[in-house]
């Protein structure tokens, strides 16, 4: 499905109400971003906390998750509200399309989307290894790995806040 096409629906499953399961156009909403940045924070922090205490295959979902409240606060301060995670990429592709932000589809990509040609134990993107670590029968995830998964996670961070605050 095309981003235009899969918007629309994502558009139209909005329209069910308060808990819908799309997209749902709102005021913009500068206050509701600045909440999602704290929540992207909290979870940002939470990745080291995790390893600290003995839960860093917990990290890695803090690790998606800091990054995923960042593009809700794009959202919010668009004038979106989103119910759905593949609603909010839609939308985010289409703002990267129209240049309203200066993330990549490449690194949207990195971030969220799954390669079903790539081992899924050897693979870098975020989602892989939060995927690898939420189904698997591991509690840790291995130093190097860990390395790898908040290095990237700070980039995408950083690169993500500039959007929201731009």
């Not at 399961?21 to 704290?38: P, V």
């Not at 840790?140 to 700070?154: C, I, V, W, Y």
């Amino acid at each position: 499905m095309s981003t235009e096409n899969k918007l629309k629906h994502c558009l139209k499953e909005g329209e069910s109400g308060e808990r819908h399961k799309g997209l749902k156009k709102i005021e913009i909403n500068k206050e509701l971003a600045g909440r999602y940045i704290k929540k992207a924070l909290h979870n940002f922090n939470a990745i080291l906390d995790f390893k600290n205490i003995g839960y860093s295959d917990w990290s890695a979902s803090a690790a998606f998750y800091s990054l995923y409240h960042l593009l809700l606060a794009i959202l919010a301060k668009k004038g979106f509200e989103s119910r759905n995670q593949s609603c909010t990429f839609a939308l985010i592709e289409s703002m990267i399309d129209n240049g309203e932000i200066t993330l990549t589809k490449e690194e949207l990509k990195e971030m969220f989307d799954k390669d079903v040609t790539e081992d899924l134990a050897h693979s870098s993107k975020i989602l892989d290894i939060r995927e690898s670590m939420q189904y698997s029968a591991s509690t840790s995830m291995e130093a190097e790995e860990f390395n790898k998964l908040t290095n990237r996670t700070k980039f995408l961070f950083d690169k993500l806040r500039i959007d929201v605050e731009r």
